[in-house]
């Protein structure tokens, strides 16, 4: 689960890259903490 990420977290994951230099300190705030700790909790329940 801590491979998912929202927008908001982008960022500081080490997953993130972006190709084109004026596009890589943006992110949007959809998707912030406490919303990311529900879609976690509800996928973990999938059992994926």
């Given at each position: 689960?801590?491979?998912?990420?929202?927008?908001?977290?982008?960022?500081?994951?080490?997953?993130?890259?972006?190709?084109?230099?004026r596009?890589?300190?943006?992110?949007?705030?959809d998707?912030?903490?406490?919303?990311?700790?529900?879609?976690?909790?509800?996928?973990a329940?999938?059992?994926?």
């Amino acid at each position: 689960m801590k491979d998912v990420i929202g927008h908001n977290e982008s960022l500081s994951s080490p997953f993130h890259t972006e190709r084109v230099n004026r596009l890589k300190s943006q992110t949007h705030g959809d998707m912030k903490k406490r919303s990311m700790r529900t879609y976690r909790r509800e996928l973990a329940k999938l059992d994926c």
